[in-house]
């Protein structure tokens, strides 16, 4: 058996696992967390007894070492579950993903198998988002370190780090936050990354924000006043931060672009089977041209979003640069998880309208995949830099 071969029965199994745990553990969690607004704690620690929390971890830390094709395969089942409880899932695969790109020995060490665990797992948070700043912390301009208002000032044993952040999944949850801040302009002013574990002192977690979807994340405010962390808690070079978060957010766009397409996959799936049960006119709804129309679409989009998601995956694998087809996934499997949802609400007409069924939650959720790791509006000025790269 060729070890391609061998690649794709590994990955066929943990997708498995995946849909299963999603559909055991994911979806009633998730429409339990809708109605009540508190995040599920328990099935993320379900996650991690069975592997699925920062599987990107490789064996010698302890974690199963997937790789990023075999990593989408696994976000879009639980994505088909629940997408809320997939972000709060998946931000501990992107601060992993931060480690293994530079952490040092001992960083990873300290903490990889801490966040892959099996018995409690480490819950991670990725904290870039601030009150007056978002997106645009990503473009490189001559004065962009002014819009990164958190700030890192040089002591005799560290740094001392003061700001805010904001929107940030598991923010002030979190038992590990990597946080950008810009440093002294004695070393450089630029953006930095630091480590900051849970009970810090001087980091504060602010309130839970209430949203209009994924209420099967936590979503929060994070507060730094005079928050001391040793030299050991930055996280690569002095003003590296930038360069790393973007190859981060390439990372966490096509898993999130992954975990979209497996919510319009469960969508989809509701209005195929609906359409097949509901008649009108002495036939099912199948049969009428606009309906089967209106599904064909829906498959197709899926199907092309999740062509675009394991190329992106594939360049992540073998180390090419994935700024453009991330970028490109996750704007086309936001979108199409936006429209699938509301055509599958459609299609069941009155009932998909009500909260008896999952339609109108799924909507909900869909809508702030346009808006998770970059707008869609970030996505296509990414894809518009990067127009005659590979042509």
Known sequence: MSSDAIHDADAQLLREVAHEFAARILRPAGERADATGETPWQAVRAAGEIGLCAPNVPEEYGGPGILPTAMAAVMEELGWGNFGITATIGASSLVAAALLMVGSDDQRRRYLGRLCSSEAPWVGALALTEPESGSELEIELPHETQRL?????????????????????????????????????????????????????????????????????????????????????????????????????????????????????????AARAYSLERRQFGRSIRDHELVAGQLARMRLDIDAARLLVQRAAQDLEVGRDASMSAAEAKLFASETAVRVTQDALQVHGGYGFTRELPLEMWVRDAIVSRIFFGTSEMQMLEIAQNLDRDA
């Not at 949203?211 to 994340?217: I, N, P, Q, V």
């Not at 766009?253 to 319009?264: H, K, N, P």
């Open 149 to 269: 208002a958190t700030r890192a000032e040089r002591t005799e044993n560290g740094y001392r780090l003061y700001g805010a952040k904001r929107f940030i999944t598991n923010g002030g949850m979190a038992h590990l936050t990597l946080l950008l801040a810009r440093i002294d302009p004695d070393e450089g002013g630029g953006p930095s990354l630091f480590l900051l574990e849970q009970g810090t002192v001087g980091l504060r977690a602010g309130r839970q924000i209430p949203t209009m979807g994924l209420r099967g994340s936590y979503t929060g405010e994070l507060f730094l006043e005079d928050c001391s962390v040793p030299e050991e808690a930055r996280l690569g070079q002095p003003g590296d931060g930038l360069k790393i978060v973007l190859r981060v957010l390439q990372v966490a766009r096509t898993m999130i672009a992954s975990a979209a397409v497996g919510l319009a996959r469960a969508a989809f799936e």
